[in-house]
Nanobody, 118 residues
Framework: QVQLVESGGGLVQPGGSLRLSCLAS????????MGWYRQAPGKQRELVAR???????NYADSAKGRFTISRDNAKKMVSLQMNSLKPEDTAVYYC????????????WGQGTQVTVSS
């Protein structure tokens, strides 16, 4: 079992920055692909960025060049640095831990609200 707790959300003006963090509990953090997803009101949850156990990353087109995902395996933490924020980035952001294969595992945090508004 993995428990995920997000922090760092809040209200920011357009063009501003926020850093989201997700702290994981449980063992074997390094085996999971960690991701950040978001869900805006009336929309489906969508991938923002993810990072594999080996450090490979991929980003949604909307996040490329503005957001950076990173992980610290020693601290069991994954972070999302968000720069040049836009009103359309407003959403609840969720941390995810995923492992595929025969013993598939998929864990979610409770979410943290990010609001971009002047």
């Amino acid at each position: 079992q993995v428990q995920l707790v997000e922090s760092g959300g809040g209200l920011v003006q357009p063009g501003g920055s926020l850093r989201l963090s997700c702290l994981a509990s449980g063992s074997f953090f390094t085996i999971y692909t960690m991701g950040w997803y978001r869900q805006a009101p009336g929309k489906q949850r969508e991938l923002v960025a993810r990072i594999t156990s080996g450090g490979s990353t991929n980003y949604a087109d909307s996040a490329k060049g503005r957001f950076t995902i990173s992980r610290d395996n020693a601290k069991k933490m994954v972070s999302l640095q968000m720069n040049s924020l836009k009103p359309e980035d407003t959403a609840v952001y969720y941390c995810n831990a995923y492992r595929g294969g025969l013993a598939k595992e998929d864990y979610w945090g409770q979410g943290t609200q990010v609001t971009v508004s002047s």
